[in-house]
C-alpha cells in the first residue's frame, strides 16, 4: 500500500491517525469508536493516535494541517463514510479506509445487542476483532512505508 503524496513520504516514521466516525445514535457507531479506541490505546498506542471528527467538520485549521502531514487510517460505521469524506474534503489521505458493516458480515456468530450505548460483549468482541485486523494493516502499512 504506497502513497502517493509526497507530503507523506515526509513523514515515514510519524504515528498513523485512526479516525472513527461518530456514529451517534448507531450501534456500529458505538462498536467503530471502541475499535479505534482498541487501536490506540491497546494495540498500537506507540504507533497510532485517534483524530478526532467533529474537528474535521468544523474545517479546524491544526487538524487541517495534521491530516495533511500523516497517513490516516479511517473507520466509517456505515455507507454515509463520514470520517472518509471529511478527511478527503479537507485535503487529507486516506491511506486505508474501513466499513464496520463489512467486519459485521465477517463476524456473523456475533450478534449487537439493542442499545446504541451499550450494544453488548459481542459487540465488544467484534471491536476486538476488528482492532487486530487493523492492527495487523498497520504493521504492514509501516513496513511497506519504510
Known amino acids: 500500500m504506497k502513497l502517493n503524496n509526497e ?5 515515514k516514521d510519524k504515528k498513523v491517525l485512526i479516525l472513527p466516525c461518530s456514529g451517534i445514535g448507531k450501534a456500529l457507531g458505538t462498536v467503530t469508536r471502541w475499535t479505534a479506541y482498541e487501536v490506540t490505546q491497546n494495540l498500537k498506542p506507540h504507533d497510532t493516535r ?4 467533529a474537528r474535521l467538520v ?16 479511517t473507520i466509517d460505521g456505515c455507507p454515509k463514510k ?7 474534503k479537507n485535503g ?7 466499513l464496520m458493516p463489512k467486519f459485521l458480515v465477517k463476524n456473523r456468530d456475533l450478534k449487537l445487542g439493542k442499545s446504541i450505548l451499550d450494544p453488548g460483549e459481542q459487540a465488544l468482541e467484534l471491536a476486538k476483532r476488528t482492532a487486530r485486523d487493523i492492527g495487523t494493516d498497520i ?3 509501516m513496513e511497506e512505508s519504510r
Open 82 to 88: 463520514c470520517a472518509t469524506l471529511n478527511v478527503e
Open 139 to 141: 504493521d504492514n502499512f
Open 92 to 98: 487529507g489521505l486516506v491511506a486505508k479506509k474501513y
Open 7 to 11: 507530503k507523506l513520504e515526509e513523514s
Open 50 to 53: 485517534l483524530l478526532c471528527l
Open 58 to 73: 468544523v474545517a479546524d485549521d491544526e487538524s487541517k494541517i495534521t491530516i495533511q502531514e500523516h497517513p490516516i487510517f
